[in-house]
């Protein structure tokens, strides 16, 4: 059975509370639209419901989460979080522009805008289900396992408020309520970078030691495992040690990847690069949400296929990430040996590439991608021309194929979002082990150096990239390292964290938002560089989001701004 988090379980339980309901006085009427607490508080069935529920949150903004209700990060979104970045653009902007523009203010923060009131919305439904669950009738060691989840959940959401905020305002166990004193300065003081890692770190330790290592038919596919939990640690101590954070240890970092490498249960995938994000269940998924019908999600097709197609144009890659795909020997495209042809750009690249990246020319369904003027069906010479992409391509990944484009109401949008897979935690693995011991040094307790994990995520079957030599400096295995990420980890969320905490978003983040103008001619086509979004912009403020300033306000100003807003 997979946790798909879908409307039904909610409404079941809404049709629970609504039992609670009768009464004498009709006018005293238990609302449909949430669940009685007495409900929860009693019977072991609605309040294990209510802590699955927990996986999701509230839809707070216009646009937001279509088809279920939203879960950690966007995931699935009509503007994606790479759109933020230099990875792509939301073609109709839906307020994702003035982050590419650095137009952030506490006042708006557009498509950001929901991140730190979900958190703590989340964190205190989490606080209130651990106040209830030892008063409840179930076998302690049930409750240890929920108690855990619960652990995960909210260290999951931690997580989010600490890569977008930095130090936050650690709650404990306390379940705060609106008679509780708002002037109570607990309730606004925020923990440094480290003092709220640490918390979170211990919390996962805590989770991890008392979920199981697999699924089962009572813990069924997409909760929480004890992999899950080391998962989230060692990417939440890869950014404690990173130069953003600077709030923790590249050897700490080592030992949280090692740890989940140790469970010896996650590998590579081996079914290619495309299929790994269309089927529910691999061994290179970690943790994932799942759906199902009348618990889709945004129909990934049309809201980002081509406009010659009938599709929307959505999340539209940026020439900055095509031109950072390697050629299909290693070398990048400035690299004069590299056998790149300016005039044939996208032959013999990383096969990621094609993966990921609809291009002119690509093979797309019952045809090739025609993004090419004048007359080209996915051009603005094409029909439903306003959809239309800005910078010459259209996304792939996550895409599938067999799933209708048109009309793809309740038939499409099944794809499995993972929050964790395998090849992260070998690229996490690699980057810390680079930094603290250099690329070909195999630490105490693990089997394998930095450049040997990189080349286990390269020797893919569908990728087959060349290995990485050995002999590389610190220097040239962070670049490798980097470039992995890069490609390997494209449109999944991490882009926009790891120019940040490298701290290298002043670079990345004000190069123009690139595209390009391919023009048919009578021998092929040329191609002149455009920009798709003007006026990108990034401070250094930006290294962090701005808190909204009616958090601020409700704080009656004690909760202390980002410096810059």
């Not at 839906?94 to 991140?115: C, F, H, K, M, Y």
């Not at 009572?218 to 890869?238: E, I, V």
């Not at 790149?340 to 013999?348: G, I, L, Q, R, S």
């Amino acid at each position: 059975m997979k946790l798909t988090y879908k409307r039904p379980l909610f409404l079941t339980l809404c049709a629970i509370a609504s039992l609670t309901a009768c009464k004498k006085d009709f006018l005293n009427v238990q609302p449909t639209d949430r669940i009685a607490t007495s409900a929860i508080e009693s019977d072991t069935s609605v309040f294990e419901a209510f802590v699955t529920n927990r996986y999701i949150g509230a839809r707070l903004q216009d646009k937001e989460a279509d088809g279920s209700n939203p879960g950690f990060g966007r995931g699935f979104e009509y503007s994606m979080m790479s759109s933020f970045t230099d990875e792509s653009i939301y073609n109709n902007d839906d307020a994702t522009w003035l982050i590419q523009r650095g137009q952030l203010a506490p006042e708006n923060l557009g498509s950001a805008g929901v991140l730190w009131g979900r958190s703590y919305r989340g964190i205190r439904e989490c606080n209130y289900a651990l106040s209830v669950l030892p008063k409840l009738t179930m076998s302690e060691l049930h409750k240890k396992m929920l108690e855990a989840e619960l652990k995960f959940v909210r260290a999951f959401r931690y997580q989010d408020l600490i890569r977008n905020y930095g130090g936050v305002v650690l709650m404990g166990d306390r379940v705060v309520n609106l008679t509780d004193d708002l002037q109570d300065p607990t309730l606004f003081k925020r923990a440094t970078i480290k003092e709220s890692i640490d918390y979170v770190s211990a919390q996962l330790d805590a989770a991890a030691a008392d979920l199981p290592l697999n699924n089962s038919e009572t813990w069924w596919a997409g909760r929480a495992t004890k992999g899950a939990a080391l998962a989230l640690k060692s990417r939440l101590l890869l950014y404690a040690a990173s130069p953003l954070y600077n709030a923790g240890t590249w050897t700490a970092a080592v030992d949280a990847a090692q740890a989940v490498i140790n469970l010896n249960k996650y590998s590579i995938y081996t079914g290619g690069y495309t299929n790994l994000f269309l089927v529910n269940e691999n061994n290179e998924a970690i943790f994932s949400r799942y759906f199902t019908k009348n618990a889709n999600h945004t129909h990934l097709e049309i809201a980002n296929g081509p406009n010659g197609y009938g599709g929307w144009a959505g999340n539209t890659p940026l020439q900055n990430l095509v031109d950072d795909y390697e050629m299909r020997n290693g070398k990048p495209i400035t690299d004069p040996t590299s056998g790149y042809d300016a005039t044939k750009p996208y032959e013999n690249r990383d096969p990621r590439f094609a993966a990921t990246i609809l291009y002119n020319g690509a093979a797309y369904r019952e045809r090739n991608i025609e993004t090419f003027i004048p007359g080209g069906k996915d051009s603005k010479d094409g029909q439903d021309n306003w959809n239309t992409t800005k910078t010459g391509y259209y996304l792939k990944k996550f895409m599938n194929d067999s799933y209708p484009l048109q009309n793809p109401w309740g038939n499409a949008g099944f794809q499995p979002w993972i929050y964790f897979r395998y090849a992260e935690i070998l690229l996490n693995f690699a980057e810390a082990a680079n930094e603290a011991y250099g690329p070909d040094v195999i630490p105490t307790g693990s089997t394998f150096s930095a450049r040997q994990a990189i080349n286990m995520i390269r020797q893919r079957p569908s990728v087959n990239m060349p290995d990485l030599p050995s002999g590389l400096t610190k220097e040239q295995m962070q670049t490798a390292v980097r470039y992995e990420r890069r490609v390997e980890l494209a449109f999944e969320e991490h882009r926009f964290y790891d120019v940040r905490r490298w701290k290298i978003a002043a670079v990345t983040e004000n190069k123009p938002a690139a595209g390009v103008i391919i023009t048919q001619t009578g021998t092929g086509f040329t191609y002149t560089p455009k920009v798709a979004l003007d006026g990108r912009k990034f401070e250094d403020k930006h290294y962090w989001l701005p808190i909204p300033r009616t958090e601020i306000q409700a704080s009656n100003n004690q909760l202390q701004q980002n410096d810059g807003y």
